[in-house]
């Protein structure tokens, strides 16, 4: 028997600008079962959900959020507090939110805590790659 094999899939997008986001990703992404969404915001507060700009991006990332089977939110310092036009996830809704050593400087920072209690504060690329896997594998790591 053969184990199961993992595989990543890009999904179609836009060539102006290259990205996979609008219309056709969001339907690509109703074709599918994703086990782990990592969704990058635009900005957050710990009172509000994760917020975009852009339209496109936004529906993307709600379609990611919403059909995943785990969903963690990467966002560095620079990211807590800032508010934009729409939101597309609550913070109380992410399995797992990844933050820079920076962002405890913050003071909604406790607040963040309080919300969704499984924020990893992580140093730098290496270390926010180990809570990843982490997160996607616990009983390997």
């Not at 184990?3 to 290259?18: E, S, V, Y």
């Not at 975009?52 to 936004?58: A, Q």
Request: glycine share 4%; proline share 6%; charged share 25%.
């Amino acid at each position: 028997m053969h184990a199961a094999r993992k595989q990543g899939l890009i999904l179609g997008g836009t060539d102006d600008p290259p990205a996979t986001l609008g219309a056709n990703t969001v339907n690509e992404i109703a074709r599918y079962r994703a086990d782990f969404a990592m969704v990058p915001p635009f900005g957050f507060r710990w009172d509000r959900w994760c917020d975009e700009l852009h339209p496109d991006e936004i529906e993307t990332a709600r379609a990611m959020f919403d059909d995943a089977r785990k969903r963690v939110i990467l966002a560095d310092y620079s990211k807590v507090g800032v508010v934009s036009r729409v939101s597309y996830c609550a913070l109380v809704n992410a399995d797992c939110v990844i933050v820079d050593v920076r962002a405890r400087q913050n003071a909604m920072f406790p607040q963040l805590c309080s919300v969704n209690p499984n924020v990893v504060v992580a140093w730098g690329l290496r270390r926010i790659e180990r809570h990843v896997r982490h997160f996607l594998h616990p009983q390997h790591t």
